[in-house]
């Protein structure tokens, strides 16, 4: 069985649709499921559905041999995995943001600025190659009430219209990476199931031209 894990949330629905062009399809209804372990309709492949932060994890550690992930997930988690394609959906920026008027990286009124973020690794990379010493306030959702209530001078966060750091006052100061889904195979299974790997990211290809 060659075992993949997708990311449940807004990659969810693509990857099921890069899939199903693929020729891997399901019986039943994966999207709205309370379900989390389905079996394709061929019986030789499977998906799980984790969270997605946790899908490199899944993949690293060999639960799953592939799985669907985003580049801002892959710089945080820093797994060791092979990642052979990108899959032509999920383009968003990695971005720092603040207040309205505010156009540098640096702390005007402290010497270590204040960035809050659910990508603490990104951002201390980041700051840290700047030269700008930096204090991560880490937090896992609502990042843009960070700095509107005094917690943070500054944000790093997943953009992807930019509207919602409109609505709060927000913009954008400078872009750390471009993000996007990309196919994630676990190095052993890349060896020990090359022909499974070979034909799957075969299959993902076909399904995004």
Do not use: W
């Not at 807004?10 to 389905?38: C, D, N």
């Not at 954008?172 to 052993?188: F, G, K, P, T, Y």
């Amino acid at each position: 069985m060659f075992v993949i894990a997708l990311p449940k949330g807004r990659l969810l629905e693509p990857s099921l649709a890069a899939l199903s062009k693929a020729g891997i399809t399901f019986r039943e209804e994966v999207a709205t499921s309370r379900k989390l372990i389905f079996d394709a309709e061929d019986g030789r492949r499977r998906i799980v559905l984790v969270k997605p932060a946790d899908v490199p994890t899944y993949v690293e550690y060999g639960a799953a041999d592939a799985g669907v992930s985003s580049v801002d997930v892959l710089l945080e988690s820093r797994a060791d995995l092979v990642q052979p394609v990108g899959l032509g959906f999920g383009f968003c920026r990695i971005a720092v943001a603040a207040k309205k008027g505010v156009s540098t990286l640096d702390g005007a009124d402290r010497p270590t600025v204040r960035v809050a973020t659910k990508y603490p690794h990104i951002t201390m990379d980041y700051f840290n190659s700047r030269g700008i010493p930096v204090e991560i306030i880490p937090l896992s959702g609502s990042i843009e009430l960070a700095p509107l209530v005094g917690l943070a001078d500054r944000i790093v966060d997943l953009v992807e219209s930019g509207r919602t750091l409109k609505e709060n006052g927000l913009e954008i100061i400078e872009v750390i990476a471009e993000s996007h889904a990309r196919l994630v195979v676990n190095r052993a299974a890349y060896q020990t199931k090359r022909a499974q790997v070979l034909e799957f990211i075969e299959g993902l290809c076909k399904s995004s031209t």
